[in-house]
């Protein structure tokens, strides 16, 4: 669908920068930490932030905080809350400044907050409906088949140990994908994109 008139004609904030994308700021995600985080409360653990966080020094976990530290020496904090899952162990969350629960904090010039906070967007929000198409079929490519995240790749071959049914079910999935989304110009999508949403 092209875009409605009044979107194309409408006064559109002027920003300062553009909105940052979500997939390309270095971010902590709660899922890698997680087992950082002591159980008790009289316990503390430190980490180094190593080849995984390269702009931070240490990160400090106690029951219900985490503390980072960056190269120039800025402390950065946030809380830890404990979700009720209704199935099981309770479940890490960070707490943003402004309130919000995060899974992901997102660093924008060393500031570590939420997704929201910096105003940030996905990928596919700045894509057209023939580019999600595209990005979905990438992303099944490279997850899924374990091919390279590229239309004009060949599609992998099945590999031994893979099931049949599953494998043509996919691939088809993405020739339906490709054949909707296959347009003349077309412009790759950058490999860090990706690696977000490696599973
Ligand atoms: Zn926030």
Same mark, same amino acid.
């Given at each position: 669908?092209?875009?409605?008139?009044q979107l194309r004609?409408?006064?559109r904030?002027?920003?300062?920068?553009p909105r940052p994308?979500?997939e390309?700021m270095?971010?902590?995600?709660?899922?890698?930490?997680?087992n950082a985080?002591?159980?008790?409360?009289n316990?503390?653990?430190?980490?180094?932030?190593?080849?995984?966080?390269?702009?931070?020094?240490s990160l400090r976990?106690?029951?219900?905080?985490?503390?980072i530290e960056?190269?120039?020496g800025r402390? %950065?904090?946030?809380?830890?809350?404990?979700?009720r899952?209704?199935?099981?162990?309770?479940r890490?969350?960070?707490l943003c400044s402004?309130?919000?629960?995060?899974i992901r904090?997102?660093?924008?010039?060393g500031?570590?907050k939420?997704?929201r906070?910096?105003?940030?967007?996905?990928?596919?929000?700045?894509?057209?409906?023939k580019?999600?198409?595209?990005?979905?079929a990438c992303?099944?490519?490279?997850?899924?088949?374990g091919?390279?995240?590229?239309?004009d790749e060949?599609?992998?071959?099945?590999?031994?140990?893979?099931?049949?049914?599953?494998?043509?079910?996919?691939?088809?999935?993405?020739?339906?994908?490709?054949?909707?989304?296959?347009?003349?110009?077309? %412009?790759?999508?950058?490999?860090?994109?990706?690696?977000y949403?490696?599973?």
């Open positions: 669908m092209p875009m409605p008139l004609y409408a006064r904030p002027r920003r300062a920068e994308t979500v390309l270095p971010s902590i995600s709660v899922h890698d930490i997680r985080i002591p159980r008790n409360y316990r503390l653990n430190e980490v180094e932030g190593g080849c995984k966080y390269p702009s931070l020094r976990f106690s029951f219900n905080h985490m503390e960056d190269y120039s402390i %950065q904090s946030f809380t830890i809350k404990w979700a899952t209704y199935f099981g162990p309770h890490p969350i960070f402004c309130g919000r629960g995060a904090l997102y660093a924008k010039y500031s570590y939420c997704r906070c910096h105003n940030a967007v996905y990928t596919s929000q700045r894509q057209s409906a580019g999600r198409k595209r990005f979905k992303k099944l490519r490279l997850n899924k088949l091919g390279l995240p590229s239309i060949p599609i992998a071959s099945k590999a031994k140990w893979k099931h049949r049914k599953r494998y043509e079910r996919l691939r088809n999935q993405v020739r339906a994908l490709e054949a909707v989304a296959k347009t003349k110009r077309s %412009q790759d999508i950058a490999t860090k994109v990706f690696t949403h490696l599973p």
